[in-house]
């Protein structure tokens, strides 16, 4: 079967780093995705790992570990409009399975 | 990329009616799309695979005759609700895009039964 595990909330302050972790068991394993999601709206693409390592792209980084089968995304910096949620999601094959989601809070 | 229509985006029917959510892409040739749903606070789970010319691949715990899908051409795929209850409201979204691509997600459709 498929686990992937993320913390279910998250606080922090506007202008701060923080660092959402996600851990996986999976059968399979194409490549891992993060994507943010507002509230009632669709899910939006942020990163893509498929090797290891710390891929930056702007203010937000996500690194993969596959052989610890773990990935964690970095948003520095964070606005208010950052608050949303966070999923994780790895690929299988042509099918994405997705963690529970991180609710992340940004607070002035 | 490739771009998703999902429509429509919101729903507001009675107990036993059935809805039909389409997703569509735009640019893309979708052999394969995916139907998700997602209640709130809880993430996206994926209710079944959709896939051109062939039957859906349902996951375990999804009811195949309550949740009818057809992906009849490599650009449209339909989920149909079937005689709808209040337990079956919630956001459903579809996506596809290339395979070690990222997914598309159409707009999401929030359906509510009353």
């Known amino acids: 079967g498929q686990n992937i595990d993320q913390p279910t909330e998250m606080t922090a302050t506007e202008g701060a780093i923080v660092q959402i972790n996600c851990t996986y068991q999976?059968?399979?394993?194409?490549?891992l995705f993060w994507y943010q999601q507002h509230a009632g709206e669709a899910p939006t693409f942020l990163s893509y790992n498929v090797l290891d390592g710390l891929e930056e792209k702007g203010r937000f980084s996500s690194f993969l570990s596959r052989s610890k089968g773990y990935s964690y995304l970095l948003l520095k910096e964070l606005q208010m409009k950052d608050s949303a949620s966070y999923l994780c999601a790895v690929e299988t094959g042509n099918m994405l399975t997705f963690g529970g989601g991180t609710r992340l809070m940004v607070k002035p | 990329g490739a771009v998703v229509s999902q429509h429509p985006s919101w729903v507001i029917c009675k107990s036993g009616t059935s809805v039909k959510i389409e997703c569509r892409s735009l640019d893309f040739q979708a052999t394969t799309m995916f139907w998700y749903r997602q209640f709130p606070k809880q993430s996206l789970m994926l209710m079944a695979t959709?896939?051109?010319?062939?039957?859906?691949?349902?996951e375990q715990g999804v009811e195949k005759d309550k949740f009818l899908i057809n992906h009849a051409s490599l650009t449209l795929s339909t989920l149909t609700v079937t005689s709808a209850h209040p337990e079956d409201s919630s956001f459903y979204i579809c996506?596809?895009?290339?395979?070690?691509?990222?997914?598309?997600f159409g707009d999401g459709t929030r359906l509510s039964i009353l």
């Open positions: 959709s896939n051109e010319g062939s039957k859906a691949t349902y």
């Open positions: 996506s596809t895009g290339p395979p070690n691509q990222p997914q598309h």
């Open positions: 999976t059968s399979g394993f194409n490549g």
